[in-house]
């Protein structure tokens, strides 16, 4: 009983900061970005592989695997949601869908579909 509860209480944790990020990220832009997890999910991968597959240190793979994910979501702030600032919101929302189908087609031929 208690690892249901404890793994209940993870779970939750883990909804909560999903929750934070995606607020944060709209009141910064005014605009929900759906390639939110498809970045996130490239820089779990990137330090996934650099920590595991090539050796790295952990925390050098850390900092890789991050620093990854900010560079793509200042790209994606950059490229795709403030050039349509004047347009209608849904024009942001639906080029970050687009963004992240790009990503995740990626993700996929790089790194397959088999659960690691």
């Known amino acids: 009983m208690d690892a249901v509860v404890l793994n209940g209480f993870f779970v939750g944790v883990i909804y909560g900061l999903v929750a934070v990020g995606l607020v944060v990220t709209y009141r910064c832009s005014r605009v929900i ?17 650099l920590w595991t597959e090539e050796g790295v240190a952990l925390g ?3 900092a890789a695997g991050i620093a990854l994910s900010a560079v793509l979501s200042g790209a994606t702030e950059v490229l795709v949601i ?34 690691r």
């Open 82 to 115: 403030r050039p349509r600032r004047d347009q209608p919101r849904l024009a942001a929302m639906v080029g970050t869908l687009a963004v992240a189908a790009v990503l995740l087609t990626f993700a996929i031929r790089r790194y397959s579909v088999t659960p």
């Open 33 to 49: 970005n759906f390639a939110y997890g498809e970045i996130g999910m490239l820089g779990a991968f990137v330090f996934l592989e």
């Open 60 to 62: 050098v793979a850390l």
